[in-house]
């Protein structure tokens, strides 16, 4: 047999085996097929294959976190109001002696309990002090006339209104100062935040009172003494007042806050008319500022254009004589020259927002929220 016809004779066999051990019967021309079938991968129901791998879930952004809204500070809680307190230039030569201590708040509680007569000291000098500081008081105006003794040791007193009646006034007076300021001042107020809040909350609620100016004017310059006073108590009840007006209701507020304040009051260099307004210590430092300039009862607003002025700002800008002189006698030495709030001279309107900040408007027109205890 040739070597060829023994190759394809073998070739053959061998095939034949092949296709016998697959167990199939297919026809020639299909052989190249199964063989490929035949190594070809294991088909999906006898090979394990994998899960798909899920798509994951998107994942959820959150929300940008919103500043948090500021928590307004704790109110404080004043359960009374202290009678006693004094004008620190009456302080300052106040005597040191307890008794005259003791026979000052001893006229205070004459007034209260509408006594006739207080014994005061032993010292006439001692009791003239004693008196004058009385009659600074917000509680005085109770009392119609006044007189010491030939004995230059006891006081006599006589009111203007009836036992009950100037009682309810009194009371009127503390309940006032006690709503007041529990509602404006919180916990962790500093002495500046204090200041602010009590000159915003005057500036807001007192109108001034243009009637009793234009009658003041009116009235000659020798006579003009002899006008009725707009004292604290007629300022509450009327929510109305003159520049003296606010500046007893702010010192007095100041004063039961532990807050150094001296009104000041001074001739327009005109010489028509005169100005009060207080001059307050924060930090070590004293300051002008004037609630009655900065107060715009046409529009309710309460600038800061006049607050912590030095002592040019307050006197020569605005031809207002100096002033120095009079408290140098009384008080001592008051240099009026921090420009630490320059910042505010251009503040229309503000608000206290009791968080340690407060929210401003300027002349033009923009608003920005202040740290105060920053400035």
Known sequence: MKREHIAGAAGLWILSLFLGSCGAEAPAEKDAALITEAVAEPTAE?????????????????????????????????G??????????????????????????????????HESSVKLTDDWDNNLVIWNAATESPYFFVVDEDHLANDHKTLTLTYRYGEEEAAEMLQFIDDSYIEILNGCITENMSDLEKVLSVYH?????????????????????????????????????????????YTYLCQFAFQQLG??????????????????????????????????????????????????????????????????????????????????FDCLHDVTDYHMNYDGTITVYREDGSEEIIDVREL
């Open 201 to 245: 909350y005057f500036g807001e609620r007192i109108s001034y009172d243009y009637e009793w100016y234009d009658s003041l004017q009116a009235m000659d310059t020798g006579n003009r003494f002899e006008a009725p006073d707009i004292a604290v108590y007629d300022a509450l009840k009327t929510d109305s007042g003159v520049c003296h007006s």
């Open 46 to 78: 006898e090979a394990e294959v994998p899960e798909p791998t899920a798509v994951p879930e998107p994942t959820e952004v959150p929300e940008p976190t919103a500043t948090p809204t500021p928590v307004r500070d704790k109110n404080i809680s004043i």
């Open 259 to 340: 807050i150094e304040c001296i009104r000041v009051s001074a001739d327009m260099a005109s010489g028509d008319d005169s100005h009060m307004w207080p001059i307050v210590k924060i930090d070590g430092n004293f300051y002008n500022i004037d609630p009655t300039w900065d107060s715009h009862a046409e529009d309710d607003t309460v600038g800061l254009r006049y607050f912590g002025m030095t002592h040019d700002e307050a006197t020569t800008d605005r031809g207002i004589q100096d002033y120095e002189a009079g408290i140098d006698v009384s008080y001592g030495e008051v240099v009026c020259e921090d420009h630490r």
């Open 80 to 113: 009374e109001i202290d009678h006693y307190v004094m004008s620190p230039m009456v302080a300052a030569y106040f005597p040191e002696d307890e008794a005259s201590g003791q026979a000052f708040r001893d006229l205070i509680d004459a007034v209260f309990a």
